[in-house]
């Protein structure tokens, strides 16, 4: 677990900002303990497992569609293989544009409520992390005030892994292959993303020292991985985290990210003052970069994820 570090939000100390910016050039992954939220967390797994043990039909009726990304699915593709979870997405709660998208399912009073107080406090808790990144950083007031998130185009995902395929074996007809991994290797697109993961384990990072690394479950923590956007911004001192899920063999799995993303139409670049030679990417709009992703996810295109390397100069 040294790898992958412990830092106190609240109170950290220069050892463990040293040991994160070292993670963070290497794999991208760290702990965050001192974030005061165990009662929230304690509520919102409790919500997520009544809404995963719930009547298939609840699930059903929130079903995501090609012009709607956000619901439940059971048939998300990662690296055009399908992956062994079934998910439910939402937005901003308390945006109320932005919640007309959102499906609520019927009969799970308390569901809702729940899950928009986590929004709100995961949305404080990725800015403060942001900050922490930015010191560590030692970003100017310029850079800070480009390097930023925003909550109003974050989102949230609750995760199901169970033992075997999650797609009943009377709808698996004519879909793409399940994957080697219950989630296929890949980075998150945004700025950086907070997991919760339960004790069941399965979640691993690749390190460029180490080859594959587990991230164990640490009670009290939650982990934090870097995703596209920090590492063009930083040019390649950070790494988007590259990771993977183990398939379940015994016990089902849940977790929960929250995807903290920066502002629509954002256009994405190396920040000048971390370039100490050339920049490595092209600047472009982080708006069709989400949108590419999330076509991915949906259907199989022929190809694989978008990643940044497509931003690459030269």
């Known amino acids: ?3 992958v570090p412990i830092v106190n939000i609240s109170d950290p100390t220069t050892a463990s900002v040293g040991a994160l910016d070292a993670a963070c050039r290497d794999h991208g992954f760290f702990l965050l303990e001192g974030h005061g939220l165990d009662a929230l967390i304690g509520e ?10 719930a009547d298939p039909a609840i699930r059903d009726a929130l079903r995501r569609s090609a012009d709607n990304p956000l619901g ?3 048939r998300e593709l990662t690296k055009q293989k399908r992956d062994h979870k079934s998910v439910f997405d939402f937005v901003d709660p308390h945006h ?6 959102n499906r609520w399912p019927d009969g799970l009073p308390g569901f809702r409520d729940t899950l928009a107080a986590f929004f709100d406090e995961f949305s404080t808790l990725a800015a403060r992390t942001l900050h922490l990144l930015h ?3 030692d970003l100017s007031p310029q850079a800070r005030a480009v390097a930023i998130n925003d909550r109003g185009v974050s989102a949230v995902r609750l ?12 709808e698996r007809d004519c879909l793409v292959e399940l994957g080697e991994t219950a989630l296929g290797y890949h980075t998150d697109s945004g700025v950086l993303t907070l997991l919760l993961q339960d004790d069941t384990g399965g979640l691993q990072a690749e390190s460029l020292s180490d080859g594959w690394i587990d991230v164990e479950p640490r009670p009290g923590t939650i982990v934090v991985n870097l995703a596209d956007t920090m590492q063009v911004w930083t040019n390649d001192r950070y790494q988007a985290a590259v990771h993977r899920v183990v398939p379940m063999t015994t016990d089902r799995r849940f977790s929960i990210p929250y995807f903290s993303n920066p502002p629509r139409d954002l256009v ?3 920040l000048a003052e971390l370039c100490d ?3 490595r990417y092209r600047p472009f709009a982080w708006r069709e970069f989400m949108q590419a992703r999330n076509d991915d996810n949906f259907a199989d295109l022929g190809a694989e994820d978008t990643q940044i390397t497509r931003y690459l100069v030269g």
Do not use: C, I
């Not at 919102?44 to 043990?53: A, I, N, P, V």
């Not at 199901?160 to 999650?166: I, L, Q, R, S």
């Open 1 to 3: 677990m040294d790898s």
């Open 44 to 53: 919102t797994w409790k919500q997520t497992e009544r809404f995963f043990d």
């Open 72 to 74: 439940f699915f059971d």
């Open 96 to 101: 109320a544009k932005r919640d007309l998208g």
């Open 135 to 137: 010191d560590t950083l």
């Open 159 to 170: 995760n199901h892994y169970p033992v075997g395929d999650p797609v009943p074996e009377a």
């Open 268 to 270: 994405v670049e190396p």
């Open 277 to 279: 030679e050339p920049a």
